[in-house]
T-cell receptor, first 115, second 114 residues
């Protein structure tokens, strides 16, 4: 398996524009996580899905952020409209677990810069 | 809310020195514990994990960690670091039997000098 695949790797956009980040989890995994990494806050969980259903979205910072998982092999994280403070590295991770006792595998991340 | 604390934010060591990075968590129930490493410009990779059994866990690249339940700790150790261990190290916890998402500490930046 190629691992968790994220696209794009880098995104530079202007404030106010819509940004869509994409993630393909490892085949067979049933949990998917979106994290945001910044120098100030470290790694923050934004949202996670189990069997394509959002379980906890309490980490989504604002209504400008939304995430979907239409099927087991694809998820998107959308920011609309984007703001400079959204600049960060966004990681997607996936795991197979029925009790949380397996590791999460991370993608390479998307470095987002909002100017 | 469950939290994960890493005591050392920046550590500088010379090659061959011993390493210990502290990690404490606040949740009192059953937990699963992890250490991840992030090399410069890379994604997070698992170093080791603890689910149950022997509280002394051995991971890749000579790393080990000890789970001390009474202290809510899961410290990472390596007897002799190498320059290639320069990276950011993250402790993470999730709650066994409910909730799958990892809660991460703020990370410890390790610099190993030749």
């Amino acid at each position: 398996d190629a691992g968790v695949i994220q696209s794009p790797r880098h995104e530079v956009t202007e404030m106010g524009q819509e940004v869509t980040l994409r993630c393909k989890p490892i085949s067979g995994h049933n949990s998917l996580f979106w994290y945001r990494q910044t120098m100030m806050r470290g790694l923050e969980l934004l949202i996670y899905f189990n069997n394509n259903v959002p379980i906890d979205d309490s980490g989504m910072p604002e209504d400008r952020f939304s995430a979907k998982m239409p099927n087991a092999s694809f998820s998107t994280l959308k920011i609309q409209p984007s703001e400079p403070r959204d600049s960060a590295v966004y990681f997607c991770a996936s795991s197979f677990s029925d009790r949380g006792n397996t590791e999460a595998f991370f993608g390479q991340g998307t470095r987002l810069t909002v100017v | 809310a469950q939290s994960v604390s890493q005591h050392n934010h920046h550590v500088i060591l010379s090659e061959a020195a011993s390493l210990e990075l502290g990690c404490n968590y606040s949740y009192g129930g059953t937990v699963n514990l992890f250490w991840y490493v992030q090399y410069p410009g890379q994604h997070l990779q698992l170093l080791l994990k603890y689910f149950s059994g022997d509280p002394l866990v051995k991971g890749i690249k000579g790393f080990e960690a000890e789970f001390i339940k009474s202290k809510f700790s899961f410290n990472l150790r390596k007897p002799s670091v190498q320059w290639s261990d320069t990276a950011e190290y993250f402790c993470a916890v999730n709650r066994g039997n409910s909730g799958y998402a990892l809660n991460f500490g703020k990370g410890t930046s390790l610099l190993v000098t030749p």
